[in-house]
DNA sequence: AACTCGTGGCA
DNA sequence: TTGCCAAGAGT
């Protein structure tokens, strides 16, 4: 790792501010500095890329104008303006930090980076995003742009991936931040990030600062940053029971925690947790599933095997094969069961991960 | 500290 | 297909 002069850290500043004022992206949440709009913008954008959050972030608004809004709005139309974006708790805790603003905050924001991580859902990245971007305050906002940026630019060879590195990426960048225009620095670097210092395919040629580019100087840019790899996702079956009664489809609520908490889907049982030999055959299926159900929600379905091409769907540490079965509901009780029957026109007014979308198309596709 | 939590794009 | 990456936070 390398170190800057003063002098060098006062160029860089000229140079990175000076193309962020020619060449910085005009997007939706840059029309001005309301805390309000940064932070929705900035929970839509972690771990996601800024052409899929606009139609969100556009829609959102609209909807959810205010932290009030935000704070009084049914969750259903929480999860329903989420839907399709991934990491729904993102959404859910948007809700309880906007409740908490208003009982413990008087609806005021605070306005340090320091104040605002005490908030549901604001970690040390989204507050400095805020803190430097509504409220002016000097502090380093550190996304993945800003370690790969850094990395390269200061050759850090620090693994990213460990959770001990960003204070060092921190202090590095409180360094280098300009006291008068912290927001638009942090931003510049974002810009960077995803134009000229990309992960893949950077352009550090024709970079505005390439000249502070050490790793790109010394030819080893596609070195940084240092980051471990993650484990692969693990291959998990399930079988989806599209079972309807009266013409209406069964549809399930997720629990309220893990994987795709409180949306909707039919009712997806995991194979490992029906009662299989190692070496089931097609037909002891169908019975499983139709145990399952008894044995669980007091509910007599009988399944078939729908004969079509298993749905793939993979999430970032779970790879899931689905297989399709049909099934008729006979009597319909569903006092123990968690879900509802849906006619398929108000199917779509039901909040539903991708994977559920996957099944429909498989099961009728348009 | 390591694991959980979605989805789309791209080579 | 596979693997990796994209404005991370909670537990």
Known sequence: MIEWSPATISAFQTTLLAWFDREGRDLPWRHDHEPYHIWVSEIMLQQTQVQTVIPYYERFMAWFPTVTALAQAPESQLLKAWEGLGYYSRVRNMQRCARQLLADYEGQWPKTATELTELIGIGPYTAGAIASIAFNEPVPAVDGNAFRVFSRL?????????????????????????????????????????????????????????????????????????????????????????????????????????????????????????????????????????????????????GFDLGLKPVKHTFTHQKWTIQLFGAKVEQPDLAYFPGKLVSTAQLTTLPMPKVQEKIWDRYQPK
Not at 200 to 213: G, L, T
């Open 154 to 302: 200061l050759e850090i060879d620090a693994d990213i991936a460990k959770p001990q590195t960003r204070s060092l990426f921190e202090k590095v960048i409180a360094r280098i931040i300009p006291k008068d225009r912290p927001g638009d620095f942090n931003q510049a670097i974002m810009d960077l990030g995803s134009s000229y210092m990309t992960a893949r395919n950077p352009d550090s040629a024709h970079s505005p600062v390439k000249d502070f580019n050490q790793a790109y100087l010394d030819g080893k840019e596609l070195d940084y940053p240092v980051k471990t790899k993650k484990p692969r996702p693990v291959p998990v079956d399930y079988v989806a029971v599209l079972a309807q009664a009266d013409g209406q489809w069964l549809m399930t609520q997720r629990p309220s925690n893990g994987m795709l908490a409180n949306l909707w889907t039919v009712p997806l049982l995991k194979v490992a947790d029906l009662d299989l030999a190692e070496d089931y055959l097609p037909a002891d299926l169908e019975l499983a599933i139709q145990t399952y159900f008894q044995q669980e929600y007091q509910l007599r379905v009988t």
